[in-house]
């Protein structure tokens, strides 16, 4: 099996554990999203994702200490106009300034008594060889006991739809100085199924080179069935905001409305709904993550409450597919 138990660690000492379903938070088609997070914090007892971008213009405000670890993302999503595969597109998206020396001064200024994972710098206008990427976030990220270093890989040209997976398995061995690699999921393929073999093809590498304990992590992917199949073929932590968008319930990923009307009938006012959704959907990503780690211990798909078998054999289509 591909999928393990990994995470992050200081010496001998476990700080943050995969696989992880990181509630995210951004400005990004939520405007409103420190009124959000205010409202969500009481119900969150884990990892959170925010936005670099979001802290520097002040769309978000920590400390976040009702976190038990922060992922720090690097803002290129934010300074783009591009979408998740989650996203519904309502409404014109104007990005604001964004650049490196103003990721830097986010840094210089982060002050937290709780691990977090530092994401490398990227924008959509400033895209660079996989080579040159490596060597960018080697020289940006920061160091510290309390500090953890993830690559986030981006398609090497602005003409270029995808990352370069190729060279990113030839250049496994300079990866040795990060604690976590990243890829988002539309940027790995054009469907599920290459999605999955691209992300086998990372995890073979990294075995392949003595980095079978660094975590993989999927940006964007935060639902109840590609989640599954990328942490089977390998993946470990998984963001989005996919919780915000939609709702969880039965397997499935479906409109907030609906979701409302199945549990609590035809009469709830919407400014209710929103609320009722993301205490529901926070909780349904625990128990999706304690699926996952109850597979690493059974090593059987009957782990899964919903869509084994589809796992099972997308899984083994990924191993084909790959000659893994």
Known sequence: MLAKRRGFY????????????????????????????????????????????????????????????????????????DLELSDIGTGEHAPAA???????????????????????????????PTIEQIKRAEATLPKGENAFREILFKPESENSPEVNVDAITANVPMLAGFDAIGVTEKEIGFTLQTRMASVVKLRRSLDDAGLGNMPIHIFGSLDTI????????????????????????????????????????????????????????????????????????????????????LVRRAYQAALEQTGA
């Open 98 to 128: 964004w650049s490196k020396q103003q990721f830097a001064m986010v840094l210089l200024a982060w002050s937290s008594p709780r691990p977090t994972v530092f994401i490398s710098y990227d924008h959509p206008n400033e895209r660079l």
């Open 226 to 309: 590609s989640t599954p199949l990328y942490f089977v073929a390998g993946a470990d932590i998984f963001d989005g905001l996919t919780w915000l968008r939609f709702a969880y319930y039965d397997g499935l990923t479906i409109y907030r409305q609906n979701y409302a009307a199945l549990q609590f009938g035809t009469q709830m006012k919407t400014h209710l709904v929103d609320a009722r959704c993301w205490f529901h959907n926070y909780q349904y990503m625990k128990e999706m993550q304690l699926e996952m780690r109850n597979f690493l211990k059974t090593q059987s798909f009957n782990a899964f409450k919903h869509h084994k078998d």
């Open 10 to 81: 200081r010496g001998e000492k476990e700080v943050i554990r995969t696989p992880l379903l990181l509630p995210s938070f951004s400005s990004k088609g939520f405007p409103e999203v420190q009124s959000i997070l205010a409202a969500t914090e009481q119900a969150i007892d884990g990892e959170i994702l925010v936005s670099a971008y979001d802290l520097h213009h002040k769309k978000l405000k920590g400390p976040f200490d009702f976190a038990q670890a922060i992922f720090l993302d690097s803002g290129g999503y934010e300074a783009s106009k």
